[in-house]
C-alpha cells in the first residue's frame, strides 16, 4: 500500500521559514515527479514546487526565489525549503508523487503552514 507521510509545517511569522518533508513507502519503481501542492481557504489547489526524475526543476511564479523543492531518491523523500515567507502563504500543504507505470498519482494528506503577519 502505498503512503505519503508529510512533516514540517507549522506556525511561523511572516520572514521565517519552514522546510517541509514527506517520504514515500510502498513505491519501489517508475517514480516519476514528486511535489508540492497547496491549497488556501475558497481556493483551489495549486502547484508550488515540483521536481522530475531527471532533476527537471518546476515553481510556481509566486514562490520562485524564495522556495527550493528537492529529493532524494534513496529515501524515496521529497523536500520543500520555504524561505521569507509571507501570509499569502498560508494553506495546507499536499505532497504528490506520480508514477510513469501505472500512471497514477498519489498525495499525503496534507500538512498546515501558517505564516502570520
Known amino acids: 500500500q502505498v503512503q505519503l507521510v508529510e512533516s514540517g509545517g507549522g506556525l511561523v511569522q511572516a520572514g521565517g521559514s519552514l522546510r517541509l518533508s514527506c517520504a514515500a513507502s510502498?513505491?519501489?519503481?517508475?517514480?516519476?515527479?514528486m511535489g508540492w501542492y497547496r491549497q488556501a481557504p475558497g481556493k483551489e489547489r495549486e502547484l508550488v514546487a515540483q521536481?522530475?526524475?531527471?532533476?527537471?526543476?518546476s515553481y510556481a511564479d509566486s514562490v520562485k526565489g524564495r522556495f527550493t523543492v528537492s529529493r532524494d531518491n534513496a529515501k524515496k523523500t521529497v523536500y520543500l525549503q520555504m524561505n521569507s515567507l509571507k501570509p499569502e502563504d498560508t494553506a495546507v500543504y499536499y505532497c504528490?508523487?506520480?508514477?510513469?507505470?501505472?500512471?497514477?498519482?498519489?498525495w499525503g494528506q496534507g500538512t498546515q503552514v501558517t505564516v502570520s503577519s
Open positions: 504528490q508523487v506520480t508514477r510513469t507505470w501505472p500512471v497514477v498519482a498519489y
Open positions: 510502498g513505491i519501489n519503481l517508475f517514480i516519476n515527479t
Open positions: 521536481i522530475s526524475s531527471g532533476g527537471d526543476l
